[in-house]
């Protein structure tokens, strides 16, 4: 607190200012030491402290700007000293308040008192005489230092003037907000009927240049900028700016009193009903009639079940519930400041936009020292709004489009020039989204240390406005002229360039991450709403690309070989059959490769790496060739040893029998009593069942191949891009809890962001066959709230949101019929593979129960194998455990079926021969010493 002699002599400077005039003539006197006491005024703001600021509550108590400062602004108009030194004070007093300050509802209360100081004279238009004499100094060469001081000078005080800050609506009343807002659209007003806008327009001509007159400044027009259209929704400047509406809405005044008396009469109604059922042990009693008339005593109330007090279980008192983060919702003006905002806004776009920005985009791509993270955050603020708003011109067919782009001045050094995005074409550049890209990292690993999540939430909505203005230009390709097919084919070489980098650190991962890491408790939810929005745009725009230009080449990361380690020697020397025996196998393992790959490929050791070379550059390698023979090298190349050890397994001991005793196929299917025509119709059988899972089986081993770190490295390789691919990428558990908890607010969502979070379920659920990862008793409880809602089941614009969770919740019922177990599998968030099990029928678990007691040699089951034997199998293999041989061996290699419908048949398998139990005592002896 200021002390008593501080104050007194606070109270001698005032009071040397001058005094209130009874003269109608003049309103205000000054004193004979009015300027020496404006200057020592100053003195005191300087020395008063940054957190109590007792001069400034003490000025703001006495109300000395409208009492004092602006009378002296009007009646003393003629001396321009005694104006700038009274603007210096009223600068120093409409400053914005530090948020660490104390009493910081107080001062702002004082900042409106000043404001409002402003809207009952002219004093604005006095202020803004003072730039005469620099315009002209601009317009001749001759602008001087003390020019410069005096621009810099109102240009802040307008500045403070239309600056609204956040934290008046989180630490002051609801009354107190509507005065916020109430002063704001009457400055503005006030600031276009005194040509304000105007002049700022004529200053922001000579920005350009690296020796501009006002070159330093451009952050100071990027602030005004960015307060005139605060809280400004940029959709509705567009549709509402139009006379004919408002003059429509001012016709008809009783249009909006009559929704609002129809929705308060059923709220009305809703309480009634809800006062009747509140009071669950009511001992009344009612006489309930039946249709048919008959009548029953009820000692209980009507419009509660008997069962549901037995039912309801006992209430458990939680702890504190974590409060979700606050999110700013626009405050948009109406009436005629939105008119006004308009004509503005198209005014900007004919030139002032791309020369203040580029400036701008100069500054923060060389990291000048006077730009600070807050200003960064200031410039994608603005650019957001006037991209957006660019693109609600062009969605709505605008004439102001076609008007904006005949007055522009071509720029040979914007990458755009036409129609659609020439206005803005300052920051739809590549640099712009290099630029974009790096802050959005920056910003999100800012905010981890620092809990500031506003400069990412307002990248992110950056980015998708770009990216929607890219769609815009690409949907219009088609009905375009030649001018703007040049636009089309810059937008689609922006596209390529920005999602060319499919790596972990490429724009398309990062999506996947803050949609991961995304925190309900510190992000807003307008963050998750954008983000939702551009991935959908993203997939949408990839899709098209896809289908117009056909596979498009990106740079993805790829597994290098593993350096081959040879097996250590026994002492014991192997024998010659041993030998043979694995000679043959090689040699026959090397005629099926060169069978199955027609195109050779060779294996080159580079630095101790196995890399793939293929002779004929033309034929890429796609990852289904790959696929095609999961035991073969190309796939343990191209996956990894890792992930195919299970394939790997199995595939080196069935050889290894095959190898061993060449007749061993042909004798036992004669002792089985198979006959060949018997024998194909089976392998036809087994692989049509084969074919169901092995693209899951395959999905899963690349997926764990890429995941997994290895050993010998990786590289980036150019390779197709896969659309599926990268849409199954968002299939994960945590990208669909953040998305069903933004479903929750159906009812306060736009319509495109439930169309986008519906979409990316049902790619999920239809696409990828994942629709067991919706199945968890949280996200139901989610769905119970929306399907409950009876009222907005009736809104055309959520049938489609109805019609699938209805869809849903049938199917998980349908299923739990048959499984059980999904009783348990509720209770958990389920990843892809627990997905295929539950699709599968659970079939794969018991699978792994049957071969629970396999020996260390023996291969591990897939997912192929949960579709299970018919009885016929099963005798085989029971027969076979039974005289020695390991039954899963023969399974593989008959891989006989049965069809449904057929009359089962028996067969019977003959004794081993004493030829054949010799042999297999002298394979015996000679592999049981070695461990390989």
Not at 362 to 383: C, G, H, K, M, Y
Not at 549 to 578: F, M
Not at 793 to 798: F, I, P, T, V
Request: hydrophobic share 35%; net charge negative.
């Amino acid at each position: 607190m200021a002390t008593a002699m501080e104050v007194e002599g606070l109270d001698a400077v005032c009071a040397g200012l001058g005094f209130p005039s009874q003269d109608p003539s003049s309103s205000y006197i000054k004193s004979e030491h009015c300027l020496e006491n404006l200057k020592n005024l100053q003195r005191f703001l300087r020395r008063d402290h940054p957190t109590s600021r007792p001069v400034f509550k003490q000025l703001g108590k006495w109300n000395t700007v409208g009492r004092d400062l602006v009378p002296i602004i009007s009646q003393y108009r003629d001396d321009p000293e005694l104006i700038i030194n009274a603007v210096k004070v009223v600068v120093f007093l409409t400053m914005p308040v530090d948020a660490l300050s104390e009493n910081v509802s107080e001062q702002l209360d004082y900042v409106l008192d000043f404001k409002e100081s402003f809207l009952r004279n002219d004093a604005i238009a006095v202020i803004m005489t003072l730039l005469e004499e620099p315009l002209e100094h601009l317009e001749s060469d001759t602008f001087s230092e003390e020019d410069w001081k005096v621009v810099q000078l109102v240009l802040t005080l307008m500045r403070n003037l239309l600056e609204v800050q956040d934290l008046s609506f989180q630490k002051v009343a609801v009354n107190e907000s509507m005065r916020v807002l109430s002063t704001r659209d009457k400055l503005l007003e006030h600031l276009f009927e005194e040509n304000v806008m105007d002049l700022l327009l004529a200053l922001a001509q000579y920005i350009s240049g690296s020796k501009g007159p006002v070159r330093q400044d451009c952050t100071l027009f990027l602030e005004i900028f960015h307060h005139i259209f605060w809280g400004q929704s940029p959709e509705k400047i567009v549709r509402e700016s139009d006379q004919k509406a408002l003059d429509k809405k001012s016709k008809q005044p009783g249009g909006l009193l009559q929704e609002l008396t129809k929705v308060e009469k059923e709220q009305l109604k809703d309480i009634r009903l809800k006062e009747l059922s509140r009071h669950s042990r009511f001992s009344g009693s009612f006489v309930q009639v039946a249709q048919d008339g008959s009548k029953r005593m009820l000692k209980r109330n009507p419009f509660q079940s008997s069962i549901t007090s037995v039912l309801r279980g006992p209430q458990i008192k939680h702890g504190p519930v974590k409060r979700v983060a606050f999110d700013r919702s626009s405050l948009p003006s109406d009436g005629r400041v939105l008119e006004l905002l308009k004509t503005f806004a198209d005014q900007i776009l004919l030139g002032s936009y791309n020369l203040v920005m580029q400036c701008i985009k100069e500054d923060i791509s060389r990291e000048r020292s006077w730009i600070q993270t807050s200003d960064v955050a200031l410039f994608f603020e603005v650019a957001k709004f006037f991209t957006a708003y660019q693109r609600c011109l062009i969605s709505n067919k605008s004439h102001t489009v076609r008007e904006t782009i005949a007055s522009l001045d071509e720029d040979k050094d914007c990458l755009f020039q036409g129609l659609l995005c020439g206005p803005i074409a300052s920051t739809m550049d590549q640099d712009m989204f290099t630029m974009v890209v790096l802050q959005w990292h920056k910003f999100a690993d800012l905010a981890k240390e620092t809990n500031d999540w506003d400069s990412l939430s307002t990248t992110s909505s950056l980015f998708k406005e770009m990216i929607r203005m890219l769609d815009v230009v690409l949907k219009g390709a088609k009905d375009s002229d030649k001018s703007e097919q040049q636009e089309v084919r810059v937008a689609r070489i922006l596209l390529y360039k920005i999602f060319y980098d499919q790596t972990e650190k490429g724009t398309f991962q990062f999506l996947l991450h803050l949609l991961k890491s995304f925190d309900i408790h510190k992000q807003p939810r307008s963050h998750l709403s954008d983000l939702v929005e551009t991935v959908h745009v993203v997939l949408r725009i990839i899709e098209f690309l896809t289908k117009e230009e056909g596979a498009l080449r990106v740079l993805k990361k790829r597994r290098k070989g593993r350096k081959k380690i040879e097996s250590k020697r026994t002492d014991k020397p192997r024998s010659n059959d041993a030998t043979q025996v694995e000679a043959d196998a090689a040699q026959s393992g090397e005629q099926v490769m060169e069978q199955s790959n027609p195109t050779a490929e060779h294996h080159t050791s580079v630095q101790g790496f196995t890399v793939i070379e293929n002779e004929n550059p033309s034929d890429e390698l796609n990852q289904d060739e790959y696929l095609e023979n999961p035991i073969s090298d190309t796939l343990l190349g191209a996956v990894g040893e890792t992930a195919t050890s299970e394939l790997q397994t199995s595939s080196q001991n069935f050889e290894t029998l095959e190898n061993e005793d060449p007749n061993a196929e042909h004798n036992l299917s004669e002792e089985v009593g198979m006959t060949s025509k018997e024998k194909e119709s089976d392998s036809l059988l087994h692989e049509s069942h084969m074919s169901e899972d092995t693209h899951l089986v395959t999905e899963r081993l690349l997926e764990e191949s890429e995941d997994s770190e290895d050993d010998g490295g990786t590289y980036n390789v150019d390779v197709s891009l896969d659309v599926k691919r990268c849409a199954r990428m968002f299939a994960d558990n945590t990208v669909v809890r953040n998305y069903c908890w933004l479903l929750r607010f159906f009812m306060t969502n736009s319509a495109a962001v439930n169309h986008y979070i519906i979409c990316m379920l049902q790619r999920i659920c239809k696409d990828h066959s994942l629709e067991p990862m919706l199945y968890q008793l949280s996200l139901f409880e989610i769905f119970y709230e929306i399907l409950s809602n009876k009222k907005a089941s009736k809104l055309e614009q959520h049938v489609h949101i109805f019609s699938f969770l209805t869809k849903l919740i049938r199917n998980f019922f349908k299923k739990l019929k048959v499984q059980p177990l999904l009783f348990l599998d509720v209770l958990f968030w389920k990843n892809r593979q627990d997905c295929h099990h539950i699709t599968l029928g659970y079939d794969i678990y018991s699978f792994r129960k049957f071969n629970g007691q396999s020996t260390k040699g023996s291969r591990k089951p897939s997912i192929a194998d949960a579709l299970g034997n018919d009885e016929a199998d099963e005798e085989m293999q029971a027969n076979l455990s039974e005289n020695g041989f390991p039954s899963h061996q023969l399974a593989d290699e008959s891989g006989a079926v049965e069809e449904q419908g057929k009359p089962k048949m028996k067969k019977k398998r003959g004794k081993i021969t004493e030829e054949q139990e010799s042999h297999l005592i002298m394979l015996f002896e000679q592999l049981n010493s070695n461990k390989n």
